[in-house]
């Protein structure tokens, strides 16, 4: 949008590179180069969907997104990338060792994300996804004449939120313009956007990359925070694109609901590190509330910039733009193919067949294809919206938003740190802002946070994934969780029991304390009773008591098993061991 | 949606219907006293490109009628244009004009539905079930 005509204008010198691609000189075909483009989306996606975030959600056959003509199978898409996560490779293939020209690419990324609110941006029409067909309309967002738009005082809200948490300067005066197209999903014929004067402005998001991928801390630039309305929803009648279709129907339930447009500064430099950007942004804003940031159902959509240069040249490349990614590893491995493309196209001395447009990346053949090409410069001849007021903001309001903010991810992941839990399951517990929240409880009510952090993205997480629930319908409360890691803890049970009543505490919601009493689970403690368990143990066994005597010593690990075996799993093994040896040598 | 350009042409093609001296980009870039001068010198303000405006507009006009509204649309400029002698150094840009106190002018985030949906639907020159249909999209008209 505007933004990117902003970015270029605004791009200033860039931090160095941090990932620089080698690109083989020998594979100079297009068939040559295939084998190795599979092989590095298969390894690069399998890490991307490890940090993988975007929720399983609900879909539709409807484009998400007008801009999208091009629809492709969603059921392909899903089997694809379920194919992706199955992959569990953690290496990542990058050509190191062969020789060539080095070069690196320069990622920016525009960012919608549809905000959470009751109502659209400049009616009272309710604007929830998923009504009926043109439900939720009125003479406003129909672009009938005569009527005026009101702002929804919380997108000032939410602007200012997530303009903060992203550590923006927020605008105490900004405004509305109007961006003229014409589209049958736009029924104003102009979209209300904020062309030079966001919301926000000049932030960052810091983003710490996957323990798997090689990690690192890194800190992206965000150019601009802007208010603007979304478009109807378009069905291309008799094919699943616009090509072939021989009508469209129209659907303007989400014409008018609002959005927040981020702008990042051109400061990725691999797929990687943008598609971590975007789950960082989808974290964001999804600990801020502000949007459900849900990929599938297109309430957050981003589209990336990416350009080529020698490595160490300051200039930028002939920029593209690739849409229609649904899935942060489907924007990784857009990012990798049309890098390749165009080195591959420098390589070849046909760096001039890189040209200013859009393209769209296809994730059933995993490639980029050109979507319409920049011939004349689109127009939109915006000028400010004549039917609202300029926004006016004051430092009270900013300072009470900011007072509600939340912890935000990078925050908590610093928290986590001086916990001493490792990068790996720092990155796993605060994906989530439930699951956050969770162990957040589990730890205030005294679990250890080893332990807890152990118990959640194990047992409870595996038990989740099974059941298709979300933490927070978790009959296991906190308190519970807590309470059983303190049985484990002081000794009253063994992990093996806790480990045995987890279904029941998951199924029931009880107490742990009740349900070890009611099943007579407690561990057993007692130096007298152990020892009598042992002397019955060792006087069935007497021919292998002869044989450990007479130097077998491996035989202690089969005592163990039948004194084990004999207490029902519940006898205190420690203890149990220490009187076993004394008794074995005795 | 977003097709990108520079920022500098679509403010160009904008430029072109406005006097120059109107900032129509940021007000709170000033325009720098260098080329302010020069431009209030000579009180000329380019006239629209008739064809080009009525193509983006989606508008068909024949030749003649260009020739016959053309004059018309370049008084008008012209007329405007007279806004470039006035003298705004010093003077606060404003962002928009009759600035309203910021809470008056915004709305509460409660949901109603609007009353006549019913009638207004009714009204749509085509639908298809639930929903509004348009004639088959031409691929030049792709955003």
Known sequence: MASARLVRATMVALPSAVCVYRCSSG????????????????????????????????????????????????????????????????????????????????????????????????????SQYGSEPNANVCPICMGLPGCLPVLNEKCVEFGVRLGLALHSDIALKS????????????????????????????????????????????????????????????????????????????????????????????????????AEYAAELQRTVRYLGVGNGNMQEGS???????????????????????????????????????????????????????????????????????????????????????????????????????????????????????????????????????????FDAVLEKGGDVKMAANWIMGDITAYLKNEKQSITELKLTPPTLAELIGLIKDGTISGKIAKEILPELLESGASAKSIVEKKGLLQISDVATIEKMIDEVLEKNSSQLEAYRGGKTKLQGFFVG????????????ALMNKLLIEKLNG | MMASSSSSAALLAHARLLPRRLPPLSPFVRPCSASSASSSSTRQVEPPNLAQLCDKARISLSAKEIEEFSPQISKVVDWFAQLQDV?????????????????????????????????????????????????????????
């Open chain 1, 300 to 438: 957050m959509r981003c589209d990336v910039n990416i350009s080529v240069r020698p490595k160490g040249r300051a200039q930028f490349g002939t920029k593209v733009e690739i849409k229609n990614m649904n899935s942060f590893s489907a924007m990784q491995r857009a990012i990798e193919y049309e890098f390749e493309r165009q080195v591959q196209l420098i390589d070849e001395g046909e760096g001039d067949k890189i040209v200013q447009e859009t393209r769209l990346w296809e994730e059933a053949a995993q490639r980029t294809t050109t979507m319409r090409k920049k011939e004349g410069l689109a127009d939109y001849r915006y000028f400010p919206e004549p039917d609202l007021p300029e926004v006016i903001l004051n430092e009270e309001y900013i300072e009470s938003v900011r007072a509600t903010l939340p912890e935000l991810p990078n925050e908590k992941r610093r928290r986590y740190e001086t916990l001493g839990l490792s990068m790996q399951d720092i990155l796993v517990l605060t994906n989530d802002i439930d699951v956050a929240a969770y």
């Open chain 1, 27 to 126: 594979s100079n075909s297009a068939s040559a180069l295939r084998p190795a483009f599979h092989r590095r989306f298969v390894a690069v996606s399998a890490c991307a969907s490890a940090e993988g975030s975007s929720p399983a959600g609900g879909f539709t056959n409807n484009s998400p997104q007008p801009v999208s003509s091009v629809r492709i199978s969603r059921k392909q898409q899903r089997a694809q990338s379920a194919r992706v996560v199955s992959q569990q490779s953690s290496t990542r293939v990058t050509e190191e060792n062969a020789g060539g020209s080095e070069y690196e690419a320069v990622i920016g990324i525009e960012t919608h994300v549809q905000l959470a609110t009751a109502t659209k941006a400049f009616c009272s029409c309710p």
């Open chain 2, 87 to 143: 003298d705004v150094e010093n003077i606060e840009p404003a962002i928009r004009v009759g600035a309203l106190d910021g809470k008056s002018a915004l709305r509460a985030d409660t949901p109603v539905i609007f009353e006549e949906r019913e009638t207004m639907i009714a009204s749509l020159p085509d639908r298809e079930g639930p929903y509004m249909r348009v004639p088959k999209i031409l691929k030049e008209n792709v955003e």
């Open chain 1, 175 to 274: 405004k509305f313009d109007r961006k003229q197209y014409f589209y049958p999903d736009l029924p104003k014929g102009y979209q209300i956007s904020q062309f030079d004067i966001p919301i926000a402005s000049n932030g960052f998001l810091e983003v710490d990359l996957p323990v798997e991928c090689g990690g690192g801390h890194k800190r992206f630039g965000i150019t601009r925070v802007h208010m603007e309305e979304d478009a109807g929803k378009l069905i291309h009648a008799g094919a699943d694109q616009l090509s072939g279709s021989t009508h469209s129907q129209v659907d303007l339930n989400r014409a008018g609901v609002p959005l927040l447009e981020i702008v990042s500064e051109p400061d990725m430099r691999t797929g990687l590190e943008a």
């Open chain 1, 562 to 573: 039948q004194v084990m075996k004999a207490s029902g799993g519940k006898v205190n093994p």
